[in-house]
């Protein structure tokens, strides 16, 4: 079923000759997020106080050397952002060497998992502006142990005491993928592929949808609270690094809801 609005976009299963623009949204919506998360680790207290230290080290070994000042505050800000660019980047990696390898395996083979994209009429031709992918997963497996690799890859601890998933079937959908073009948000296309998403959960039976996001994926945070889902863990370690981690400082969050 497709499903329309003034925007002149609608939603519709992913089809093979999809994959290029897929990949195409899935890359640029994870890598975008490397530049607000060097920004956001740069601005905590610790980091400036960090910066103006190794600025001032390089001025006294350098003999009252403005230069060097400033040549060793920039090696300081270099580090945090290869920490940052390297978190995102390995999570891309990764995904485009998982389902995203064999999305027909993955996603249309598989009854219990969906992958559907948002298409849009631009100059006359048919464009994918979005896509969002639902995995479904067994509700006894231990979730507390690892969040997964959606948005970032972040692995964390139990849902809150505040969440009650309900008995459903046994099984919960999971958010895997979800991006929008940059001149399509703000359209309404990320909420009509999330409701597509829940849809998709209520079709399967499925007790809740969750979805793993990243600190620096603020608008992303505010469309799904505004949808109804609710944290019910946090999270500060990734796939990567450990110090990488504490270098960037990148939190994750886990956002769920109840689909019955």
């Known amino acids: 079923m497709a499903l ?13 000759s999809d994959k290029s623009a897929v990949v195409w949204l899935l890359q640029d919506g994870i890598l975008e997020h490397v530049y607000p998360a ?16 190794v600025s001032m080290a390089g001025y006294v070994l350098g003999g009252s050397s ?22 995102y980047q390995g999570f891309l990696t990764r995904r485009l060497e998982a389902d995203m390898a064999d999305i027909q395996a993955t996603y249309l083979e598989k009854p219990g998992n969906g992958l559907w994209v948002a298409e849009a009429e631009v100059r006359g031709q048919a464009k994918v ?18 969040v997964g690799d959606c948005n970032g890859g972040v692995v964390g601890g ?7 998933p309900g008995a459903g079937n046994g099984c919960y959908g999971e958010v895997s993928h ?12 990320g909420s ?10 209520k079709e399967r039976g499925y007790a809740h949808l969750a979805l793993n996001l ?25 796939h990567a690094n450990r110090w990488f981690s504490k270098l960037a400082r990148i939190t994750a969050v886990r956002m769920e809801k109840i689909t019955s």
Do not use: N
């Open 192 to 201: 009509q592929l999330a409701q597509r998403a829940l849809e998709f959960c």
């Open 214 to 238: 990243s600190s620096p994926q603020t608008a992303a945070a505010a469309l799904t609270r505004k949808l109804g889902f609710v944290q019910t863990a946090s999270h500060t370690h990734t």
């Open 129 to 146: 502006v979005g896509m969002v992918a639902v995995l479904g997963k067994e509700a006894d497996q231990d979730e507390g142990q690892k």
């Open 158 to 164: 139990a849902r809150g005491p505040e969440f009650d």
């Open 66 to 87: 403005y230069l060097l000042a400033l040549l060793f505050g920039g090696a300081w800000a270099g580090l945090i952002y290869y920490c940052c660019q390297e978190i």
């Open 178 to 189: 979800m991006a929008v073009g940059f001149g399509w948000r703000r359209r309404s296309v």
């Open 38 to 53: 060097f920004f956001k680790a740069m601005s905590h207290p610790d980091h400036v106080g960090i910066t103006l230290s």
């Open 4 to 16: 329309k609005d003034s925007c002149q976009f609608s939603i519709r299963e992913y089809r093979p």
